[in-house]
């Protein structure tokens, strides 16, 4: 548990493959956060999608709920109450329409108080050479506020996956004085890969910011692969925690909040930053 004395938390990441279906997804979810918590985390976070995996639209709609009458939000209050953690949820499929959700995250305190939410704003649309096509814009709507809550430790930047591909971002989420970055994610194993390690420590770098990054990982029952490899990197850009696989699990990892101040001091970038404008293009 955390120590009082250095002001140092144990930070988890809960690794899922989440269901089609709502009740086991967050069955899996609940005994990963319990074993996380056993272990001396203070604070958990589980992936993007937490209460489910469908890409049959109509099976989707037809599983989801409002956040009025979602039924895994109460569950993981008393989760949190009961572990005496901080709980973030990465994200569930919220139902905000007969025909749209929002992708949003959750932060729970000890207190079982739901203290931030935040809805995922950057959609992945793509239509690929193969003729493939994702369209995330189809069934969620974007969020337009970038969010950053206090931990007793820390300001938390707050994100979702793709969010990820967008430096401004987290950027302003430094600039506004968040120290660790919370990236729950869902990545394909291609994107995961080719570029899963380099851009969260990227973002750990640019912004002399511990990344908490926890993720879907192996073969789900909707047919769909991700990557996994959940991951905790330092300010420096060092990984201090991974899963180096695919299946559900828990890693650890240790933070230190001097360590964001003593990062940011030897490469100020953050105070570096000048305005400048382009030059025509001749």
């Given at each position: 548990?955390?120590?009082?004395?250095?002001?140092?938390?144990?930070?988890?990441?809960?690794?899922?493959?989440?269901?089609?279906?709502?009740?086991?997804?967050?069955?899996?979810?609940?005994?990963?956060?319990?074993?996380a918590a056993r272990a001396g985390a203070d604070y958990v976070q589980t992936p993007e999608m937490t209460n489910i995996l469908q890409p049959d639209r109509p099976k989707f709609f037809e599983a989801i709920r409002s956040e009025a009458e979602d039924p895994s939000i109460p569950l993981f209050q008393a989760e949190a109450m009961a572990l005496g953690?901080?709980?973030?949820?990465?994200?569930?499929?919220?139902?905000?329409?007969?025909?749209?959700?929002?992708?949003?995250?959750?932060?729970?305190?000890?207190?079982?108080?739901?203290?931030?939410?935040?809805?995922?704003?950057?959609?992945?649309?793509?239509?690929?050479?193969?003729?493939?096509?994702?369209?995330?814009?189809?069934?969620?709507?974007?969020?337009?506020?970038?969010?950053t809550a206090d931990l007793p430790w820390m300001r938390l930047?707050?994100?979702?996956?793709?969010?990820l591909r967008f430096p401004n971002l987290y950027r302003k989420l430094a600039e506004q004085g968040a120290g660790v970055m919370a990236i729950p994610s869902s990545f394909t194993v291609p994107t995961g890969e080719a570029h899963w390690h380099v851009l969260m420590r990227s973002r750990a770098i640019e912004n002399g910011a511990f990344v908490i990054a926890a993720a879907q990982g192996g073969q789900h029952a909707c047919g769909r692969a991700t990557y996994g490899h959940s991951l905790i990197v330092d300010p420096w850009g060092r990984i201090l925690a991974e899963a180096d696989h695919d299946e559900p699990g828990i890693i650890l990892a240790t933070i230190d909040p001097a360590q964001v101040g003593e990062t940011r001091g030897r490469i100020p970038s953050l105070t570096n930053g000048r305005v400048f404008r382009m030059a025509e293009a001749p």
């Open positions: 548990m955390a120590d009082a004395m250095d002001g140092s938390f144990t930070a988890a990441c809960v690794q899922m493959r989440a269901d089609v279906a709502v009740k086991p997804s967050i069955d899996q979810a609940i005994a990963l956060i319990r074993e953690i901080w709980l973030h949820v990465g994200s569930l499929a919220i139902r905000i329409g007969e025909k749209q959700a929002a992708n949003r995250s959750y932060l729970i305190s000890p207190d079982g108080e739901v203290v931030a939410a935040y809805d995922k704003i950057h959609m992945f649309d793509v239509t690929l050479p193969n003729g493939q096509t994702y369209r995330e814009s189809a069934a969620y709507a974007p969020g337009d506020v970038a969010v930047g707050v994100t979702i996956c793709y969010d």
